[in-house]
């Protein structure tokens, strides 16, 4: 399994990490603009809260949704990706209430990250 601390990119020192408002961009990986089905289950949760991704990155993604979770939430994440079913524990990271939460992917198997980064390739290739 992959931790959080595994997300990392080597960035070339020349060319800083900037996002096209020419900010500072702290993400380890750029979150590009892609829909996905998601479902997030706290512990407590009877049934999950299902979601659809407005970004998406290797080490995160943003969800629009009426029902905010507060900072610090711990989640069981599924992910529909081209059919397959991909698994990860998130935390969430940003909270807008009735707006949507930001959710930092901290766990993930390696076959599914690379399920997932190869989904993220294909549509970054395709946009």
Not at 68 to 93: C, Y
Not at 113 to 119: E, I
Request: glycine share 4%; hydrophobic share 35%.
């Amino acid at each position: 399994m992959l931790s959080q601390n595994d997300c990392i990119v080597v960035v070339n020192d020349a060319m800083p990490n900037m996002n096209s408002h020419g900010v500072h961009e702290r993400r380890r990986y750029p979150r590009m603009k892609i829909a996905v089905p998601v479902e997030l289950k706290t512990d407590s949760a009877s049934c999950p809260l299902r979601a659809t991704t407005t970004e998406l990155s290797l080490c995160g993604f943003y969800v629009e949704t009426m029902f905010t979770l507060p900072i610090g939430t711990e989640l069981s994440v599924v992910f529909w990706v081209d059919d397959q079913k991909l698994t990860a524990k998130g935390v969430v990271a940003t909270h807008y209430p009735q707006v949507g939460n930001g959710v930092d992917i901290i766990e993930m198997s390696s076959a599914d990250r690379v399920s997932l980064d190869h989904f993220c390739q294909k549509h970054d290739s395709s946009s």
